[in-house]
């Protein structure tokens, strides 16, 4: 078992650990970004004005995972929808339910913030995305659906 999980928004003392799990995340997922691109993720997300925000699960004091999540005008009602744009635990904290709870939480925050809905990749927007979600999704046990709130 394991310590007690902190889930909180970015802070800016953050950036080395997310920088390293981003690296992680991106080699895991084959993806190659410039450091530039990367660079201006991280400046969004601390952005207040931004639309783009992260949540970051912590075990003990370690950075174990983050969610990247959006929010936007809805098209299917009268307050925003929140988007989960990227999902990532550590190799070592698969399987701990760092995932789950990190969807878990971004449920509440939208609950909490009063937005419609919160949307993540089915298999069919990963196999039209071209990305590998549905692996990460398997292997954490839990599937990308729409959650009405």
């Known amino acids: 078992m394991f310590m007690p ?6 802070q800016p003392g953050d950036e080395a650990a ?13 993806v190659d970004l410039p450091d530039e691109v990367t660079r ?6 601390l952005d207040p004005s931004s639309r783009v925000a992260m949540r970051l699960a912590f075990v003990d004091g370690e950075m174990a995972g983050f969610a990247i ?6 098209t299917w009602s009268m307050t925003p929808d929140c988007y989960l744009e990227d ?28 937005w ?10 990963n196999a039209t995305a071209r990305k590998l979600y549905d692996t990460y999704a398997e292997e954490d046990g839990h599937v990308r659906y729409r959650v009405r709130l």
């Open 5 to 10: 999980m902190e889930i909180r928004d970015a």
């Open 18 to 30: 997310w920088q390293h799990l981003w690296h992680d995340y991106l080699t895991f997922y084959k």
């Open 40 to 45: 201006h993720t991280w400046t969004r997300i």
């Open 69 to 74: 999540h959006h929010f936007h005008d809805s």
């Open 87 to 114: 999902l990532y635990v550590d190799e070592r904290f698969r399987g701990r339910g760092i995932g789950r709870a990190l969807i878990n939480d971004l449920i509440a925050l939208a609950k909490a913030k009063g």
């Open 116 to 125: 419609s809905r919160l949307y993540w990749h089915t298999d069919r927007d």
